[in-house]
């Protein structure tokens, strides 16, 4: 047994909070285990606005790749899009990728959200092989080593370890709930029965 319990665990080491696995959120030689729950991503264009009133970050996404106008448009008078680094230009809007998972570390449908390039490619090139081409049969870790600009990610698929009826059908409760991946577009929320 741990020191920690087991919730107060999950606070320092997972890749993200409540249902969503974000892998930039994970601890330095940390991972996160998921199992695929679709064979297909939904695909978006991100960029961050910041609050003018409070200082928080939200995202905004696109389906294209959006254009200064349109990110301008999208934030309105309420967001102003957020510095790079250097604080020299605005972020450029990133392509990403989310995903609906079954997550192990709180055994639920989440998702998992990719900004990393290495990551997305990494699936993409375990999708090509013929012993993974279903991809939703497979588990897969991504685990983290370093920080900020050293930072490096790395993708492994694994034999599956849970049930995939069963992650069928908790998915489909999901749905059937409510659960929506693309509300993320419109900024709404993917999870409303659970008010995540």
Known sequence: MGFLPKSAAEQVQGGGGGNYLNPGKLQSGASMRFALCVGEPLCFFECWGESNADGKLKPFRFVEEPTAEDIEAEMGEEYTRRQNRDGTAFEPAKFGIAVPVF???????????????????????????????????????????????????????????????EIKALYKKSCDAGFDVTKLISGDNPFPASGK
Do not use: C, H, M
Request: charged share 25%.
């Open 103 to 165: 997550n192990y570390e709180n055994e639920g449908i989440g998702i998992l959200s990719l900004s990393q390039k290495s990551l997305i490619r990494a699936i993409d090139e375990v999708s090509q092989s013929e012993d993974y081409a279903t991809l939703t049969d497979w588990d897969f870790s991504i685990s983290r080593e370093g920080t900020g600009l050293n930072t490096e990610y790395s993708l492994l698929p694994l034999p599956p370890k849970a049930d995939r009826k």
